[in-house]
Nanobody
Framework: QVQLVESGGGLVQAGGSLKLSCSAS????????MGWFRQGSGKEREFVAS????????DYANFVKGRFTISRDNAKNSVYLQMNSLKPEDTAVYYC?????????????????WGQGTQVTVSS
């Protein structure tokens, strides 16, 4: 069965950085676009970033452009989200997703598979 396991969340001060990792198993990783969504308390789940199967194409939500970077390592079946200049409004549970789609469609279609999520808390 497909498993996506996130790690790297935690508590950080505003302006700080965190790097999230997602390790995938049970799927042919380099067939899938990968992405990150997030859900803050009392808010709807929202798209953060996506990357295509080869890593050559990425897409970002406007509110993270210039601050977050998504990357993948197909040899390690892993996708990453480097988060810099964190703001309190970035506080949320971050979910890793895998989907058979091009990177720029991920924000519309969501994931075929979802991880359990990792909590990111940014203090002011």
């Amino acid at each position: 069965q497909v498993q996506l396991v996130e790690s790297g969340g935690g508590l950080v001060q505003a302006g700080g950085s965190l790097k999230l990792s997602c390790s995938a198993s049970g799927l042919k990783f380099d067939n899938y676009a990968m992405g990150w969504f997030r859900q803050g308390s009392g808010k709807e789940r929202e798209f953060v970033a996506s990357i295509n199967y080869s890593g050559e194409d990425t897409d970002y939500a406007n509110f993270v452009k210039g601050r977050f970077t998504i990357s993948r390592d197909n040899a390690k079946n892993s996708v990453y989200l480097q988060m810099n200049s964190l703001k309190p409004e970035d506080t949320a549970v971050y979910y890793c997703i895998a989907v058979l789609a091009v990177a720029h469609r991920v924000r519309f279609v969501g994931g075929d598979h979802w991880g359990q999520g990792t909590q990111v808390t940014v203090s002011s």
